[in-house]
Nanobody, 113 residues
């Protein structure tokens, strides 16, 4: 079963940028769509960006135009490039295969001055 490790979250000022990384184990990473999610306290995971096995992408309205999802199948890694960050983006971000029910530890993003 593919597992993911999210990293490169951190503290950034409003208007700033971050690039999250998602490293996958296993050899099937390239075959499936995967997504980036975030989870605000007390709420369910929200799918904010997804990318198919052939690099078709989709974004939630809340991040469209500011976030970009990319995948590097040779490195079994996906990225979420986040720009124009707002304080409302502060939460934990996760990645996984769309079809999987297994969540990783996530990476904390804090947008604050």
């Amino acid at each position: 079963q593919v597992q993911f490790v999210e990293s490169w979250g951190g503290l950034v000022q409003p208007g700033g940028s971050l690039r999250l990384s998602c490293a996958a184990s296993g050899s099937v990473f390239s075959r499936y769509a995967m997504g980036w999610y975030r989870r605000a306290p007390g709420k369910q995971h929200e799918l904010i960006a997804s990318i198919s096995s052939i690099d078709n992408t989709n974004y939630s309205d809340s991040v469209k135009g500011r976030f970009t999802i990319v995948r590097d199948n040779a490195k079994n890694t996906a990225y979420l490039e986040m720009t124009s960050l707002e304080p409302e983006a502060t939460t934990v971000y996760y990645c996984k295969l769309i079809i999987s029910g297994v969540w990783g530890q996530g990476t904390q993003v804090t947008v604050s001055s």
